[in-house]
């Protein structure tokens, strides 16, 4: 009965947790907190199967080798798991795979398919978050390779969030040379400038979007919005080439407001440890607060400009008229 309640109780936390993955894992999030990393296997254990934790989420991955068994145990020792060459089973009876949703509650006895392949994705509560105040920490899955017993097992490490003061630096930099500027309120300064952020916003933009779209975490939604993204930024770049100089200036603050909001939704990578871009962790972050504070320099010297070209139109029939 104590063992059963300890299971019911674990159980219960689990389904707080994603749902089981049969896939490759995919997903939206730009950065995370924790590091883990996977205890090297011995023979003959690294020749039945092969095993990582997945970054964005923590979710944990086996695959098993052909003319091999490995069944996995659960939260209080029962077998949940087990993948050989007929396939993934989860056991029936097992409340560790009826809280993953393996297996539906009260499903009986036996074992039920659940992929024709010997490899599966979940998320399992001993590979999960530390406590507060805890940097390091060890995880592990006992399993059965072969009927023998053996451990899955690893570490997790929490990532502390880069210093602020870069990024704020760099924001003001932005913000200096944006307010002299507007102090001088010269067409002639304006314009150009607000070209050249326009130009530095795309770049940005483009870095951002790229670099996340091709990580290996990606999803489907992060594809779209780089491609959307990219496009945008290439449709100004263009007018920011071939117009006139009042267009430049206005694509270069369009392209500004742009840059700004891709990175306000990517700014958790200035506040989290781990990156999830196929850039380099301090190339993503400056692309972002170059995003950020070159977009916002952008849109306010755009505007400017924008009231200005608007103060000094004319109708085309009141220029007929002064002829």
């Known amino acids: 009965m104590h063992r059963a309640a300890i299971a019911a109780a674990v159980v ?28 090297p296997l011995q023979p003959p254990v690294a020749q039945a199967l092969a095993v990582r934790v997945y970054r964005a989420d923590l979710a944990l991955g086996l695959r098993v080798s052909d003319h091999h068994r490995v069944v996995v145990l659960g939260y209080t020792g029962e077998p949940f798991l087990r993948l050989g060459a007929g396939g993934t089973y989860a056991s029936r009876s097992s409340l560790t795979a009826a809280g993953l949703g393996l297996v539906g509650p009260h499903s009986g006895t036996g074992w039920q398919l659940v992929s024709r392949a010997p490899r599966l994705i979940w998320h399992d509560a001993r590979v ?88 290996a975490t990606a999803s489907e939604g992060t594809w779209v919005e780089a491609a959307n993204e990219v496009v945008f930024a290439l449709v100004g770049v263009a007018f920011l080439v071939r117009g006139s100089r009042d267009t430049r200036a206005l694509a270069g603050g369009a392209l500004g407001l742009f840059a700004l909001a891709v990175g306000l939704k990517n700014l958790p990578v200035l506040l989290h440890g781990v990156v999830l871009s196929a850039l380099p962790a301090d190339v993503a972050r400056t692309a972002v607060a170059v995003a950020v504070s070159a977009g916002t320099a952008a849109t306010v010297i755009g505007l400017v400009v924008f009231f200005d ?14 002829r």
């Open 12 to 39: 219960a936390g689990s389904l707080a947790l994603p749902a089981t993955a049969a896939a490759h894992l995919r997903t939206g999030r730009v950065a995370v907190d924790y590091e883990a990393t996977v205890a």
């Open 128 to 215: 999960r978050g530390l406590p507060a105040g805890v940097e390091h920490g060890r995880w592990a899955v006992p399993v059965l390779v072969d009927g023998s017993r053996s451990e899955l097992s690893g570490g997790l490490t929490r990532v502390p969030r880069p210093p602020a003061w870069p990024w704020l630096a760099l924001g003001a930099l932005f913000a200096v040379a944006a307010a002299v500027l507007l102090t001088l309120r010269r067409p002639a300064l304006l314009r150009p400038a607000a070209t050249l952020l326009g130009w530095v916003s795309a770049i940005a933009t483009v870095l951002i979007a790229s670099g996340f779209a091709a990580a």
């Open 309 to 322: 070209v608007l103060e000094h139109y004319e109708e085309p029939a009141l220029l007929e008229r002064h």
